[in-house]
């Protein structure tokens, strides 16, 4: 499959093999909840006729494999490798397209089966976005089902018992949406500080570069649940922010620092990357890379390097005296 071919199929069938169904719907056009992260209201529009998306929230736009190369964050190749592995209708020349009624229904959910993480896939996932095994005491794997489709995918619980599913081609949550609060640290001991993320692969990277990091973790899980954030932040002295570095991290850190004046922002940490996550998995490229061109000095480097990281580390998160 190339690129010409992938674009001709349409993007509501690729759409729907991700798992993702349209609030409303015409002949011309469709929208759908923002399929790169959460949001309350449609801002992503599908222009049927031009086979072309929108949106809004972000001002982006394009064909299928620009979605796609977003959804997966992958090159032009990976987008026509992953396409090539899916049973779509269109590009395997049935007669009959995919179509939905004018009006949808609500897509059912249901979860089958929730346990410690076993898939290697998923294992897989997490390795490429630089998570290793320390981080498998925080998430689950949830197996669940949308409209009788079967699904697997990394899983984070929220305050509400909901949960933030990811895997390497799905992105999305289910049941009720609410923030998560992780404690780590002495339990027995009321934490006064946490630092705040948008997205819970951004927390679990703040606990693979910081293993011994003690206070609360508070994920956002949704930028339309910024009050909801907070009014939980009364709960704490010391706050920090790590939030995205695009238009909408920028506007939720404005809005809380005009909250909590004593909240710090630590986004510099990754000022050339768009989060955290982005950040580790450019750190541990950059590493990996000292090591191939020298290998007789990369142990040196690197223990420089680490010992350099935790001083910046613990400075970061120094409590006030």
């Given at each position: 499959?190339?690129?010409?071919?992938?674009?001709?199929?349409?993007?509501?069938?690729?759409?729907?093999?991700?798992?993702?169904?349209?609030?409303?719907?015409?002949?011309?056009?469709?929208?759908?909840?923002?399929?790169?992260?959460?949001?309350?209201?449609?801002?992503?529009?599908l222009d049927?006729?031009?086979n072309l998306?929108f949106?809004?929230s972000?001002?982006?736009?394009?064909?299928n494999t620009?979605?796609?190369?977003k959804?997966?964050?992958?090159?032009?190749?990976?987008?026509?490798?992953?396409?090539?592995?899916q049973?779509?209708s269109?590009f395997?020349?049935?007669?009959?397209l995919l179509?939905?009624p004018?009006?949808?229904?609500?897509?059912?959910?249901?979860?089958?089966g929730?346990?410690d993480?076993?898939?290697?896939?998923?294992?897989?996932?997490l390795?490429?976005?630089?998570?290793s095994?320390a981080?498998?005491?925080?998430?689950?794997?949830?197996?669940?089902?949308?409209?009788d489709?079967?699904?697997?995918?990394?899983?984070f619980?929220?305050?509400?018992g909901?949960w933030?599913?990811?895997?390497?081609?799905?992105?999305?949550?289910?049941?009720?949406?609410d923030?998560?609060?992780?404690h780590?640290?002495?339990?027995?001991?009321k934490?006064?500080?946490?630092?705040v993320?948008?997205?819970f692969?951004?927390a679990?990277?703040?606990?693979?570069?910081?293993?011994?990091?003690?206070?609360?973790?508070?994920?956002?899980?949704?930028?339309?649940l910024l009050n909801?954030?907070?009014?939980?932040?009364?709960?704490?002295?010391?706050?920090?922010?790590?939030?995205?570095?695009?238009?909408a991290?920028?506007?939720?850190?404005?809005?809380?620092?005009?909250?909590?004046?004593?909240?710090?922002?630590?986004?510099e940490?990754?000022?050339?990357?768009?989060?955290l996550?982005?950040?580790?998995?450019?750190?541990i490229?950059?590493?990996?890379s000292?090591?191939?061109k020298?290998?007789?000095?990369?142990?040196?480097?690197?223990?420089e390097?680490?010992?350099?990281?935790?001083?910046e580390?613990?400075?970061?998160f120094?409590?006030?005296?």
């Amino acid at each position: 499959m190339n690129c010409k071919q992938f674009n001709t199929i349409p993007l509501e069938e690729v759409l729907l093999t991700l798992g993702h169904l349209p609030t409303k719907q015409n002949e011309k056009e469709a929208w759908y909840l923002n399929p790169f992260t959460s949001e309350s209201q449609a801002s992503f529009k599908l222009d049927k006729s031009q086979n072309l998306w929108f949106l809004h929230s972000e001002g982006i736009g394009g064909n299928n494999t620009d979605f796609m190369q977003k959804y997966l964050n992958a090159s032009v190749n990976e987008v026509l490798s992953w396409a090539g592995k899916q049973n779509l209708s269109s590009f395997h020349q049935q007669e009959k397209l995919l179509t939905f009624p004018k009006t949808i229904q609500k897509p059912e959910y249901q979860i089958t089966g929730i346990h410690d993480l076993q898939h290697q896939n998923l294992k897989s996932y997490l390795q490429e976005r630089g998570l290793s095994e320390a981080v498998y005491r925080y998430i689950k794997e949830v197996h669940f089902t949308i409209n009788d489709k079967k699904f697997y995918a990394i899983g984070f619980e929220n305050q509400a018992g909901g949960w933030e599913l990811r895997n390497s081609f799905y992105k999305g949550s289910l049941l009720n949406k609410d923030i998560s609060v992780m404690h780590l640290g002495d339990q027995s001991v009321k934490r006064k500080n946490a630092v705040v993320f948008e997205g819970f692969m951004d927390a679990l990277s703040l606990i693979e570069m910081k293993r011994h990091f003690s206070g609360d973790i508070i994920v956002m899980n949704s930028t339309a649940l910024l009050n909801r954030t907070k009014d939980h932040l009364k709960n704490y002295s010391e706050v920090y922010l790590l939030l995205d570095n695009d238009n909408a991290g920028l506007k939720c850190k404005s809005e809380i620092l005009k909250s909590f004046p004593h909240a710090i922002d630590r986004s510099e940490l990754y000022s050339n990357h768009k989060d955290l996550n982005e950040y580790l998995i450019h750190k541990i490229k950059a590493e990996k890379s000292i090591e191939t061109k020298h290998p007789s000095e990369s142990l040196q480097e690197s223990r420089e390097k680490n010992e350099q990281q935790e001083s910046e580390n613990k400075q970061s998160f120094k409590r006030k005296r």
